[in-house]
């Protein structure tokens, strides 16, 4: 209960700010597939990341990926599952863990490169609202230093 009230709280500062939370997008699985991966146990990213996960983006995200230039509006999303062994040597998708989502609003979010993030636990959809408190620290500072295309983007995008 007591999540419950801080979750309220803190999105009632965001819509009395003028700005509302990142929201999760409906139906992104009929986005764009980005790219799809499968992190092992041995990975500097497990446990969390370990797993598969398929990135999607919607129109203006693909179109970030093929120029290299990011419009606001642009919005990225990993979604993470677990892995379960279907064979001798084989894994498939097994139960969602969680859903990343980045967006560009190089307004809003000016302090973290135009880049805005939060994530959504799984099966509640709970937002992970400390994510985007501090997300100078939690997701653009490792964004920044690693990302392979630059503008914070890990994943690229093959046509």
């Given at each position: 209960?007591?999540?419950?009230?801080?979750?309220?709280?803190?999105?009632?500062?965001?819509?009395?700010?003028?700005?509302?939370?990142?929201?999760?997008?409906?139906?992104?699985?009929?986005?764009?597939?980005?790219?799809?991966?499968?992190?092992?146990?041995?990975?500097?990213?497990?446990?969390?990341?370990?797993?598969?996960?398929?990135?999607?983006?919607?129109?203006?995200?693909?179109?970030?990926?093929?120029?290299?230039?990011?419009?606001d509006g642009a919005v990225i999303i990993l979604d993470q599952w677990t892995?379960?062994?279907?064979?001798?040597?084989?894994?498939?998708?097994?139960?969602r863990k969680f859903i990343d989502v980045m967006v560009r609003d190089s307004?809003?979010?000016?302090?973290?490169?135009?880049?805005?993030?939060?994530?959504?636990?799984w099966p509640s959809r709970d937002r992970v609202v400390a994510i985007e408190?501090?997300?100078?620290?939690?997701?653009?500072?490792?964004?920044?230093?690693?990302?392979?295309?630059?503008?914070?983007?890990?994943?690229?995008?093959?046509?």
């Amino acid at each position: 209960m007591r999540r419950l009230i801080l979750l309220a709280i803190a999105a009632v500062g965001l819509i009395a700010a003028g700005e509302a939370p990142i929201a999760l997008p409906e139906g992104f699985r009929g986005w764009t597939p980005v790219s799809s991966a499968q992190v092992g146990s041995g990975n500097p990213a497990a446990p969390k990341y370990e797993g598969l996960h398929t990135i999607y983006g919607n129109a203006a995200a693909i179109e970030g990926y093929k120029t290299g230039k990011w419009a606001d509006g642009a919005v990225i999303i990993l979604d993470q599952w677990t892995a379960e062994k279907t064979g001798p040597d084989a894994s498939g998708q097994g139960q969602r863990k969680f859903i990343d989502v980045m967006v560009r609003d190089s307004r809003r979010y000016a302090a973290t490169g135009g880049w805005g993030y939060t994530e959504f636990t799984w099966p509640s959809r709970d937002r992970v609202v400390a994510i985007e408190d501090n997300a100078a620290k939690a997701c653009s500072g490792c964004h920044a230093q690693n990302a392979p295309g630059g503008d914070q983007v890990f994943s690229v995008f093959k046509d």
